[in-house]
């Protein structure tokens, strides 16, 4: 690639213009670039890297939580997305439709799959006779299309990948315990592996998925206060088996509709690390799922034994384990810091001349700036625990942002002024539609999730009592 | 699922109906389902264990050579389909086409991927400026769409999943030697984990990719005879990156035209690897990968000690990493035996009182039929040991069985007998369209690949000098 040590300052101000910033990060780490089709995106090896790390953390808990991987079609008879109707409502404006195949009109037209409910219920409903059939855990990974007027790479395309969670149960009280633990997988995921924490809770009627009884949502702060809706389980209640004729004769002779859920997590968390963890320099990226957890740089190569020292340190941490590469390009060393900051590497390793002789290594953390010496012969051990603390202080020091960040509004103007301060704000609602897009009116917030806890005694916009206690934020 | 202990006498006779045998089983053994639209398919969990199996080998073998995954968009604007005439020759016939999304008709109609070689040259083009830039080595995971007439699970579906790399050189030799390469590791992986011995050699033009200089194939042998290309690898030369403008500075000063390759396997392995193995009773799957390593099935496992003993040695192999399932179902050992025949399992242990009495257990080939004692003790060894037996010995015997069934044929009518007989024929070809029509038309077989060593004088078909020795065969 065309080298320029220009780079850093051609970030935008994080502070001052984060949207710029962030179009600028993605593109000059080499994360993704723009499709030629409009509101579509190429994700490059540098961004493709996060994605398979994340599918294998994921798939690993999928695995473990009894789940099956499946592959069902692309593409779904419009005819289908018509048999729920708030489903119907939800997606067919965002449709993408092939009318012509093999040189002909089709007799129906088909759509690119927005999500495969319909589809995958049509396939349920032929598999499931009885109880015994009962329950049924599939994960598919796949790509999915919905036409959006306004993108942004990772965070809104029209062709995304994700992965959707497709279950199917005998009991309401068995399949609300899929929901909420598959919400409780997403959550521990996004903590441990991505070192973000997220808000849990359920959405109100107006935020949650077409054709759901209720739908989870995990809620990410965003370094602008913003909220970012980072995963979802649904609760479909008998919605769906109504629709698709999921049908089976439970163990007491009865035919029964069954009770289903769907969850999902798409290649929008990479646009949460992003912007969850990034600084002025570019990206910071969490050591679970960064693709270089380490780079050598070598310092005075030319000097003896530098370029030994160096190729044999990378062979035995890559034996460790550890993601490492050696940047032995004919760059500066101050060229190749700024560019492995910007691409948010965890640790930066400098071996000269003077730390051979010492038998140590500098090592550069990412999070804090800060340099530790580390012995040679530990080296393994060493940069293993730096990579340990780095994952540990990224996620408490992202807690720490948003706890601080959460504040109680009692009215309008406070849910405002909290919202425009880049804060979520913690507000009463009494329950009602006009109330809610009020706020989305006003304050531009939407409701992200029901708080945990019930605080608030009136709603924050009409001063009638309390039903819920809500998250509101702006959102991505 | 409904359990039906009919299952083996459901499968049609595989010498006399290999078509519906082989439609009996991949439906009867749970690997895939037809999709609602015609030509598509679901492939089911037991199937996508299986493609699971097969991306893990392949992808670290293409990351071992130097390979990265990126993903690019499933839409390509019309035309770019025909900027290469060769190409869209080939595939515009084939494709699916979306002329409607977001509510609106599209200016463009958007073509779903038949293959990636025009959306991936237009951003090469767009990445690669300079020598430095190269080589360029990328691979994409994903779904890709072929409109088709007739279809078969795996075989032949409207969508399937598959992988394609596609790399940019700077020269032809090193573009030729990728090209190589990669064949290469296609037949490496056929042999070592689909136990499945492929003949390689070049295509003739008719044959071809469109819009490749030279395709190299590789074809695997099915039990009826029958020739099934199971992976591919292009020289393109500068076709696309003309067509598609992808040039760099060379070290000389000179604005050159790249050379770029590109070669992919799909979903169909899986129907090779069955109609390589399977026999009578169902699937034979290779060890390597198949979902499920070995199952035990508990002989009288009421008698004191049997159950716990088959769960803790089930947790013992799972340890040692074998792929274990344990048999705990109502069912009655001998229906269990046949149906995990039919899936193709490729060791099932019994386990019983006598046996633990015995301090043994009853180890069945799946392959062979034999029966080995093991002694509990030695579980995991006895286990992975019979394991690397099975795929070796399903390897030489799909081997030995392709070798004795390449015949050589001098006449179109010797050719005919041979294809008749269920052999791949090899013959002598002047080179010309003409006469390789005429084996088709005569025959209905075409030609596979060049074989490796040049025996024949004279053109089967015509009389006249042989250019090239060919393989011959019906195919898939």
Request: with cysteine; net charge negative; charged share 25%.
């Amino acid at each position: 690639m065309a080298k320029d040590s220009q780079f850093v300052s051609q970030i935008a101000d994080i502070e001052s213009d984060f949207p710029q910033w962030y179009s600028d990060v993605v593109l000059k780490t080499g994360l993704v670039d723009y499709g030629p089709v409009k509101g579509t995106m190429v994700i490059r090896p540098y961004g493709y890297a996060i994605w398979e790390n994340i599918q294998k953390e994921l798939d690993r808990r999928f695995k473990e939580t009894g789940h099956e991987n499946a592959y069902f079609p692309l593409l779904i008879p419009m005819s289908f997305m018509t048999k729920e109707s708030e489903h119907v409502e939800g997606f067919a404006p965002e449709v993408a439709v092939v009318t012509h195949a093999g040189g002909e009109k089709l007799a129906e037209p088909l759509c690119i799959r927005p999500t495969s409910e319909t589809i995958i219920g049509t396939m349920y409903a032929k598999w499931i006779q009885s109880y015994r059939d009962l329950p049924v855990l599939m994960n598919q990974w796949a790509n999915v299309m919905r036409w959006e007027k306004t993108t942004r790479p990772f965070l809104r395309t029209s062709e995304f990948l994700w992965q959707e969670g497709h279950t199917v149960h005998a009991t309401e009280e068995e399949a609300m315990e899929e929901t909420m633990k598959m919400l409780g997988v997403y959550e521990e995921f996004a903590r441990t592996c991505l070192a973000m924490p997220v808000l849990t809770g359920r959405k109100t009627e107006k935020e949650k998925f077409a054709g759901a009884v209720a739908t989870y949502g995990m809620e990410a702060m965003m370094h602008d206060g913003k909220s970012l809706q980072a995963g979802t389980s649904h609760y479909l209640g008998q919605n769906f088996s109504k629709a698709f004729d999921i049908k089976f004769l439970d163990k007491d002779g009865v035919q029964k509709y069954a009770y289903t859920t769907s969850w999902g997590v798409s290649t929008r968390l990479i646009g949460a690390i992003i912007m969850t963890h990034g600084d002025q320099r570019g990206l910071v990226l969490p050591p679970v799922v960064a693709p270089v957890q380490a780079v050598i740089v070598p310092i005075a190569v030319k000097k003896p034994g530098v370029a030994e020292a160096c190729a044999e340190l990378k062979t035995r941490l890559e034996q460790a384990g550890v993601r490492v590469v050696l940047d032995d390009s004919d760059n500066s060393p101050g060229w190749k810091f700024n560019e492995w900051e910007m691409k948010g590497v965890p640790v930066r390793i400098e071996l000269g001349p003077r730390d051979l002789e010492a038998g140590k290594m500098l090592c550069a953390r990412r999070d804090n700036h800060e340099k530790t010496e580390i012995a040679l012969a530990q080296a393994e051990e060493g940069v293993k625990q730096l990579l340990a603390d780095i994952q540990k202080n990224m996620y408490e020091r992202a807690k720490e942002r948003m706890d601080t960040r959460i504040i109680q509004a009692g009215t309008l103007d406070e849910l405002l002024a909290g919202v425009n301060g880049g804060n979520f704000v913690r507000a009463g609602w009494c329950g009602c539609r006009e109330c809610e897009d009020k706020v989305k009116e006003f304050a531009q917030a939407t409701a992200r999730v029901y708080a945990k806890e019930q605080t608030a005694e009136k709603c924050a916009v009409c001063g009638k009592p309390a039903a819920h206690t809500v998250i509101f934020a702006r959102a991505y």
